[in-house]
């Protein structure tokens, strides 16, 4: 469809073509495609000339359209290379940012419109490599062009000679932004020959790499310079020749640029703009720094500058509104009223060693944002600062991970704008403070809070609710059917009753975790309704009831830990659900009171533990843009009970232990080829140990023990190299075990199977002797031969028969005669091995007899 009015009547009054006045009543419309138009309604009454309409502008005596700005017009679908835009010869300005034409190409038709000074394609998710040929041969007369993005990957330079080119023909050029383009085949020589017209040159995310040329800093006109994102580009600071630069904005931060901040740095007097974060500067920050009085934004920080920030250096920077000064850093503040900041809008002093509040907010009623993170602050927050905060314009305040003490007003945040409150690690005690209305995220955990959770909370558009690790008491509010937050976090406290009714369909939730609090009786079937559930953690409480089957429905739960509660019964699936738990990689049972056979269905449907091609090293995000919460998760690894600070997506554990389950392992146990731990310990378990363990290549931790399991040990298992923690102990286990490097390695693990034979255990198979480790040297197999005579066995035996004093005394002979220290170890471990077995049959033996004693004397009435 071409240019053309389209009245109520929809009929068309008007094709204008090359040259044409364009007198258009009613709708402007602009077809880019088989399915996208462009429509713009008159901004006065109907009738009325388009050049007075939003975006369109016109030539002052012709009437032509010589401008469009349709940026951010929410314009969607693909502009090909038959638009009728390409129509309007006569454009000298043209904006299409910031809508999204996603799969379109930047097509070489944009050549005809040879007037372009202007051209603005940002964030409008063109993709394909860039017709710089086309745009440096027919748009010559550009002054400003825009094609950069909001992700990468989607625009590519193709090579250095086309660039070289579009460089060179360009000699009216004065802003160039080219960010998150692929540039990495672009030799960082070619920015030399850019026209000394340059003032903006903005290329951030492009992925250069080398050195970046100096002389682009002695540019005569540039006066903004954005080299942001680029990890591999290096490069350094004018030292000499630096005084006469007109740079207003300078960003090199989250590059590989190096050495001193130079002195220099204090000439570029109309600075106003100052990133270096995680850069590689080294050396003192250049007190000439504090003549940069233009300055409103400083960023320096995650950067190795030695030495000590005096805050007095920046006494001068009246104009300063964001101030982030981050790790690495050791600030000291000015002595009280010596520095003030009337203007500050945004500070950061995230992890600066400062160990008190900066009394220069005392000055700053415009601060917005406040972070003073990480840092050893201690006693309460100053009075003064609570007065500031009822006159100031507060959105985000993080006080987190500092020593912070005292009672905070309960109705500190009532009446403020604040949006983030983010107190956690701390020491405050008293009531929680009733947040405000506003309020999107919540957290005060890990402080000492204590009372019932305010009800105030029910009516907050919170995204987070962080409240673990406290000393609160009472119910879960009922009203929490209202929130619509992401996370809701109570873990951690004294939380009593049942869990209530309160998630309604069309809920938010993404992680529940109500664990370590007193909660009892049966798990809420209104959970069934959280289709965005990603970790629900309702670990140690007292729930009881049966396996909350109606939970396998949920499509995106990936985490489900309800260990040590009181839940029971045999697990079965809903039977009108064939794809259970599809996203499910840590699933914990253990600690209850299960019993029946092990889930053998949940096992062959848990899709997410198979062969999926998954990051090793991506976690787990509630939000990866605006939420601080990370999730979390308790684990019982190796031996040891650990909580993992993010959740990595390839951590895929079973932990079934310390139920009542029995029968066999079902062999699809070894499909689940993504496992990283299988723990089904204490339990009633029988049979084999299925071979099919030998295809669990990414196992790391298994445990088997303290069941009824038969027969021989797989050899599969054997040759598991990942393994590196196992424990078979306790069982019914027989025959030889099976030789390899990972099982000399362990410490214990096949004991309590007096059936089993072979080394690391001291029975050889076939026979009472010790079984002989491989021997590794001729000199280690003879002195380990002459160690393994049965007399010395013998003697440890005989001094476990007479008493502990014998038997300890013989380990000393032993280890006295010259014999190897480990195998010395190995006497003495097994030694004690026996002795406890010796003790605990003892106790339980005593234990029993008064338990009899007890019965006989309820029996005779005593």
Sequence with gaps: MPVSAMPCSSSIKHLPSQGTPLHITATFVISFGPTLHIRRRPRGRRGTDCCSWDGVTCHMSKDYVIGLDLSCSWLRGALHSNSTLFSLRNLQRLNLAGNNFIGSQISSRFGILTGLALLNLSGSSFSGIIPLEMISHHLSSLISLDLSGYYSGYLTIEDDRSFRRFVSNFTQLRELALGFVDMSRVSLTSFTNLSSTLTSLSLYY??????????????????????????????????????SSPLVRLSLSYTKFHGPIPDSVGNLTSLEYLALIDS????????????????????????????????????????????????????????????????????????????????????????????????????????????????????????????????????????????????????????????????????????????????????????EVNLSNNSLIGPIPHCFINLSAFVLDLRANKLFGQIPEIFFSGSNLRTIRLSENRLKGPLPQSLANCKNLEVLDLSENELEGPFPYWLDTLPNLQVLDLRSNKLGGMINSSWKNNHPFPKLHIFDLSDNSFHGHLPAKYIANFIAMKDKARSPSQYMLVNDTLDPYIDSVTVFMKGFTIELEGILLMFMTIDLSRNFFEGDIPELIGDLKLLKGLNLSHNNLTGRIPSTVGNLTNLEWLDLSSNKLNGEIPRGLADLTML??????????????????????????????????????????????????????????????????????????????????????????MLETGRPKWLGRKVEQWMMRMVERKRRRKTNRLKKNADQRNHVRRRSGG
């Excluded at 492009?206 to 006109?221: A, E, R, V, Y």
């Excluded at 955990?445 to 009372?451: E, P, R, T």
Aim: negative net charge; hydrophobic residues 35%; aromatic residues 14%.
């Design 724 to 813: 590196s923690w196992l424990n078979l102990s306790d069982n019914q286990l027989e025959g030889l075990i099976p030789h390899s490097r990972q099982f000399d390695t362990f410490s214990h693990p096949f004991d309590g199977n007096p059936r089993l034979c072979g080394y690391p255990l001291p029975k050889a198979c076939g026979t009472d002797k010790q079984q002989l480790p491989p021997s590794t040297s001729p000199e280690d197999g003879e002195e380990k031969a002459q160690f393994g005579h049965w007399i010395e066995w013998r003697a440890v035996a005989m001094g476990y028969g007479c008493g502990i004093s014998f038997g300890i005394l013989a380990g000393y002979i």
């Design 206 to 243: 492009c992925f250069l790499q080398g050195k970046f040329p100096i002389s682009i800093f002695h540019l005569p006109n540039l006066r903004s310079l954005a080299l942001t994102y680029n990890f591999n580009l290096t490069g350094t600071l004018p030292h000499t020749n630096w005084s």
């Design 280 to 463: 590689e500067f080294t050396g003192s920050l250049p007190p000439t720094i504090g003549n940069l009085d233009r300055l409103s934004f400083l960023a320096l920080g995650g950067i190795n500058l030695s030495g000590t920030v005096d805050f007095d250096m920046f006494a001068r920077l009246k104009n300063l509104e964001y101030l982030y000064l981050w790790r690495n850093l050791n600030v000291m503040l000015p002595n009280n009223g010596s520095c003030s900041f009337p203007r500050l809008k945004v500070l950061s002093l995230d992890d600066v060693n400062l160990t008190e509040f900066p009394y220069f907010l005392s000055s700053s009623p415009e601060l917005e944002y406040l972070d003073l993170s990480q840092n050893r602050i201690s006693g309460p927050i100053p009075e003064w600062f609570w007065r500031v905060w009822k006159s100031n314009t507060m959105r985000v305040l993080d006080l987190s991970f500092n020593n912070f003490t005292g009672e905070l007003p309960i109705n500190l945040f009532r009446n403020s704008s604040v949006q983030v409150i983010y107190l956690p690690n701390n020491n405050f005690d008293g009531p929680v403070p009733i947040p405000p209305p506003n309020i999107w995220f919540y957290s005060v955990a890990n402080n000492k809070f204590s009372g019932d959770i305010p009800h105030q909370l029910c009516n907050a558009n919170l995204l």
